[in-house]
């Protein structure tokens, strides 16, 4: 499904990260490690946001060389979400649906379901921290992701939120085999969703069973 080769990622002489050769397959991963290990760096990495040496795949599709249609399969909700101010959140969905080819009124499931309706059509600029982090979260499931990142999604909603987000995990990975890499400091409900543990530790990635 996901495949590194040669993959190496630094900060100026300062390695972060280095995968040989790792091939992961579909599923639920909870991207463990220490704080500075580089949990929000592979994910961004993957995402295709940071450069880096070696290649990724995802099925076929190589990240530097078809990324277009890479990026068009991969979702990424990030640990501190940053919008523009001046678009409104029905908006940002509008424009990010159609980045991602989503069906026509898909968006409004996830909108319900985490009751955003009341503030929807406000101006970004007025959202506190939980509700960019709602946005993020409807955002990174709009289209037809074959890999959805999220980085450290516990943070800073709700327990009723988070009862959601566990549901539409469940969901999208039962109904579309969507994988998912999702990092947090904090403990997962492991009893709920079936997590493989994926732990960084030593500069590289350790896929445990």
């Not at 050769?21 to 993957?46: D, P």
């Not at 990240?63 to 940002?92: C, I, Q, S, W």
């Amino acid at each position: 499904m996901l495949k590194f080769n040669s993959f190496a990622k630094s900060y100026g002489s300062h390695l972060i990260l280095k995968i040989d050769n790792l091939t992961i397959e579909r599923g639920v991963y909870w991207i463990k490690g220490a704080n500075g290990s580089g949990k929000s760096t592979l994910l961004k990495s993957i995402a295709g946001f940071f450069s880096f040496k070696g290649s990724i795949f995802l099925d076929e599709l190589n990240l530097k060389k078809d990324g277009v249609a890479y990026r068009k399969l991969v979702n990424f909700a990030d640990a501190e979400p940053v919008y523009p101010d001046f678009l409104t959140g029905y908006e940002m969905i509008k424009l990010f649906a159609a980045a991602k080819a989503a069906e026509r009124h898909q968006e409004e499931k996830y909108i319900s379901e985490m009751n955003m309706q009341a503030y929807i059509n406000n101006p970004l600029g007025t959202y506190s921290s939980g509700m960019l982090k709602k946005l993020s979260l409807v955002l990174a499931f709009l289209g037809k992701p074959k890999l959805i990142l999220l980085d450290e999604p516990l943070n800073t909603i709700d327990v009723e939120s988070l009862e959601v987000l566990y549901k539409w995990i469940e969901e999208k990975h039962l109904a579309d085999n969507t994988s998912f890499f999702l990092s947090s400091h904090q403990q997962v409900d492991v009893k709920r969703i079936l997590f493989k543990v994926a732990l960084l530790q030593d500069n590289s990635l350790k896929i445990e069973m």
